[in-house]
């Protein structure tokens, strides 16, 4: 039974680049959401997807976008990227019939803005 | 707003000594409670959850906390730990109202066990 899986692990990229982050949700799973984890910090809500439409949204600036494709896998795309952008990004899924909502997180993409 | 604080940021134990880490949350309604757990090079794993009844709850690993609700507070406790527990821990809250189960995570505790 496959678990979260993120691509790709590590990403180096200078600013004002546009980086784009992936991930598969667990098997069974229909929900995707993305958080953003800085160093010493807890991860911050990003937004969600279900439904291939953003459901809820942080407090992020519209540099950040998502997509959600049929096969319930989605994308994380940042532009104009700036140094403080530099972050783990936590991709976590659920399934929307689950009314208690647990999430299960992928191992991260490292995200380094010089 | 919702908020979650986590009092200790680095706590350093020995082998067999007893663990409490601290957990209050900020929220008018009612909540879930989640403790996760980072170990070193691996992704965020549930440790254990609260959505309601025994306000006692027990997770993976001989973990447990307990939740306080005159308190806002949801502490994890281990009566004995071992070197394996090494890691980070979270602590998580989401509005049972909410339909999307969005996360709200404290700043994260260090946990240090020396062999």
């Known amino acids: 039974d496959a678990g979260v899986t993120q691509s790709p692990t590590h990403l180096i990229k200078t600013r004002g680049q546009q980086v784009t982050l992936r991930c598969s949700p667990k098997s069974g799973h229909d929900t995707v959401s993305w958080y953003q984890q800085a160093l010493g910090q807890g991860p911050q809500f990003i937004f969600q997807y279900y439904e291939e439409e953003e459901r809820q949204r942080g407090n992020f600036p519209d540099r950040f976008s998502g997509h959600q494709f049929p096969n319930y896998s989605s994308e994380l795309n940042v532009n104009a990227l700036l140094l403080g952008d530099s972050a783990l990004y936590l991709c976590?899924?659920?399934?929307?019939?689950?009314?208690?909502?647990?999430?299960?997180f992928g191992a991260g993409t490292r995200l380094s803005v010089l | 707003a919702q908020s979650v604080s986590q009092h200790n940021h680095h706590v350093i134990l020995s082998e067999a000594a007893s663990l409490e880490l601290g957990c209050n949350y900020s929220?008018?309604?009612?909540?879930?409670l989640f403790w996760y757990v980072q170990y070193p090079g691996q992704h965020l794993q549930l440790l254990l959850k609260?959505?309601?009844?025994?306000?006692l709850v027990k997770g993976i690993k001989g973990f447990e906390a307990e939740f306080i609700k005159s308190k806002f507070s949801f502490n994890l406790r281990k009566p004995s730990v071992q070197w394996s527990d090494t890691a980070e821990y979270f602590c998580?809250?989401?509005?049972?109202?909410?339909?999307?189960?969005?996360?709200?995570f404290g700043q994260g505790t260090t946990l240090q066990v020396k062999p």
């Open positions: 609260y959505f309601s009844g025994d306000p």
């Open positions: 929220y008018g309604g009612t909540v879930n």
């Open positions: 998580a809250v989401n509005a049972k109202s909410s339909n999307t189960g969005k996360l709200i």
């Open positions: 976590a899924s659920s399934f929307m019939g689950d009314p208690k909502n647990i999430q299960y």
